[in-house]
């Protein structure tokens, strides 16, 4: 089995090893090293469609009829010239000169460099959405390092694995570059799963996208993959619309919409700048925004962002000597909540003061409040961002909210609940975005998806435990016949039956233990030379194991809580407030107003009794650290 986060991380690891041995920053080789990427992508469907086309190719004289670019273009493909396909780039010999090429000018190509360039010149000329889209900087690359690069992404495991692989190397490269780049204006990358939580809870399937803060465009990929999932096509469902001031921004979007198959309009620059412009007229149009705009932004002319319209609910606070909006936040808000048609629904990143901000802002917020579209408001704990460590919040608006909900927000407040991915860095891994899309499911009256989801739990539970002595293979293979024996006899309970999830979890500890105490015995056993791919095979056997438990426990996080699929509200993590009770909070809308704390859990422990021991103990401590000062000063007295 192909290891597809270890493929990402070893083409990661392998083209920055290359940008740290030349004189490049992260912010020139960004955008060059993504368009190969977009660029490998391109020939990997352009010979998938090659071969589907001449399936029934008609022939004349004997001859099959060449492929043509009408062909592609029916099939949603780009067409391909001979220069512009990344095995002839990377088959291209070190003197480039010999070969005779010309670029579209007719002048003589002398490096790979120049090569490449005309190759996304020649990859423009097919697709409109990509007219000067793609870097033609390559001329900057010393020919050994970018034919290393073409060489690294040349890959044979990517066409392999096929599907959408490319599209998420591309999303892995673009977080890399985004806490690598972390400019002021390189905020352009939305961490993976924020954007998932936001479209799972939206549940795009038709109609009109718009983001006026698009960035590098993850929010229209994921809704493109949401609604794909679901049986659907994408570019015939949905309508893609985007806005984003930083040209180089939407750059990284048109390239990240392309390799995924994506299409939609995308503008950049002054025109583009959302608190003055509406540049697609889309007030009262958009069945979905999503979006995650620049936080707290100062400074807005608020005569120009008036006369732009998009207010429903009037500008916030403006300072009556520069007439400029201090904050901006709310003007996000009001737009977001004006776009939407009747039955729009919205989500977006905000900053999490904005759920209980005085003055301009608790009076726009009151009057949303009283719409009853506010739908789901989530808290998020802090460092899900590359480049901040702040928290924020999730936003829901819903103009066709069921009636029984008309009247009520459901607030969760997730800060607790995530995964660590490094000291810096936390997500929500695919399973805790399913768990919290389950209580929306809930709250809506949605039992059925509730239901689909423990049996998801249950199907992929099954299946991973089915497949473990297949995994387990590749680490047996490497260990001695003795050592292999006694693993394999360890493996037994697989064969019996188990009752329960905490059974099983019992028998995966204890199969991980298991494999560490096999690992130590092979050590001493096998040569010096077998440990180390030895050691990886158990580490990586382990992991298997390990990512089973995990499901296991996010089963149990979910069903301790909601059964079989009943609503509830749960102290510390989620509640359904009505707007009465918004209004007694002077229409605060942060989580945590509301949901509370957990219930301290009961140890058994009797506080005033554990805290005499306590005393106890330091008394004792103290006594003891007196005394061996006391050793210390009549040693250094001895000494002197």
């Known amino acids: 089995m192909i290891n597809i986060r270890k493929l990402e991380a070893d083409l990661w690891e392998s083209a920055d090893l290359l940008r740290q041995g030349s004189k490049l920053t992260s912010s020139q080789y960004c955008m060059p090293v993504l368009a190969l990427l977009f660029l490998r992508y391109a020939y990997s469907r352009y010979k998938l469609v090659e071969a589907e086309i001449m399936k029934n190719r008609p022939s004349r004289g004997g001859r099959i009829m060449p492929v043509e670019p009408s062909d592609f273009a029916a099939k949603s493909a780009l067409y ?27 002048q003589p190509i002398n490096s790979l460099g120049e090569a490449v360039n005309n190759a996304m010149q020649l990859v423009e000329e097919q697709s409109a959405q990509l007219i000067g889209v793609l870097p033609k900087t390559y001329t900057m690359f010393a020919d050994d390092l970018l034919r290393e690069l073409l060489r690294i992404f040349n890959n044979e495991t990517i066409d392999e694995i096929g599907g959408d692989i490319i599209g998420r190397i591309y999303e892995y490269f673009l977080s890399k570059f985004a806490k690598a780049v972390a400019s002021d204006d390189g905020v352009f990358f939305t961490p993976k799963s924020l954007v998932k939580m936001l479209v799972n809870v939206l549940e795009p399937e038709h109609g009109v996208m718009f983001d006026p803060a698009c960035g590098s465009g993850g929010m229209f990929v994921q809704t493109g993959d949401f609604v794909n999932a679901a049986g659907m096509n994408a570019n015939t469902q949905m309508t893609f619309f985007g806005q984003e001031k930083v040209e180089y921004n939407a750059q990284l979007c048109l390239m990240n919409m392309a390799v995924h198959g994506l299409s939609g309009r995308i503008v950049s620059g002054d025109e583009a700048n959302s608190f003055y412009h509406d540049a697609f007229n889309l007030t009262g149009k958009c069945d979905y925004v999503i979006a995650n705009p620049p936080f707290n932004v100062d400074k807005v002319k608020s005569e120009s962002a008036s006369s732009a319209g998009r207010l429903p609910f009037g500008l916030p606070g403006v300072n009556a000597k520069t ?64 480049t901040l460590s702040l928290p924020c919040s999730l936003w829901f608006f819903d103009k066709s909210k069921r009636e029984e909900n008309r009247d009520k927000v459901l607030f969760i407040d997730a800060r607790k609940y995530y995964t660590v991915v490094d000291r810096t860095l936390n ?214």
């Open 323 to 386: 007439k400029e909006i201090g904050n901006a936040n709310y003007l996000w808000i009001n737009y977001f909540y004006a776009y939407l048609n009747d039955h729009g629904r919205a989500g977006f990143v905000m900053a999490s003061s904005a759920t209980d901000s005085s003055n301009k802002d608790r009076d726009i917020r009151e009057q949303l409040v009283k719409t009853g579209h506010v739908d789901v408001m989530v808290s998020v704990g802090n460092n899900f961002f590359y």
């Open 427 to 640: 997500e929500w891994t695919e399973w805790q975005l399913l768990n919290l899309q389950a209580i929306v499911h809930l709250y809506r009256g949605e039992t059925d998806k509730y239901q689909a989801l423990l049996e998801k739990y249950n199907h992929d539970i099954s299946e991973a435990v089915d497949s473990i002595s297949e995994e387990a293979l590749p680490f047996v293979s490497l260990l001695d016949s003795d050592t292999a024996c006694q693993f394999n006899s360890s493996l037994a309970w697989l064969g019996s039956p188990w009752n329960n999830y905490g059974e099983l979890s019992k028998n995966l500890n204890g199969q991980i233990e298991q494999t560490k105490s096999c690992v130590k015995l092979a050590e001493e056993r096998l040569k010096k030379r077998e440990l180390k791919a030895m050691r990886l095979a158990g580490d990586r056997f382990c992991n298997v194991l390990e990512e089973i438990l995990t499901i296991i426990e996010e089963y149990n996080w979910l069903t301790e809580k909601f059964g079989n699929g009943e609503y509830q509200d749960i102290a510390g993590l989620c509640k359904i407030a009505t707007l009465d009770e918004i209004e007694e909070k002077n229409y605060s809308l942060t989580p945590g107003a509301y949901v509370g704390v957990p219930e301290a859990e009961d140890d058994g422990v009797d506080f005033h009794e554990r805290m005499n021991e306590i005393h106890a103990e330091l008394a004792k401590l103290h006594e003891e650290a007196n005394m061996l000062m006391k050793e210390i000063l009549n040693d250094w007295e001895t000494l002197k």
């Open 80 to 106: 391909l010239p001979r220069e512009a396909q990344f095995d002839f780039l990377v088959n291209l010999p070190d003197h480039i000169a010999s070969v005779g090429l010309k670029d579209k000018g007719g």
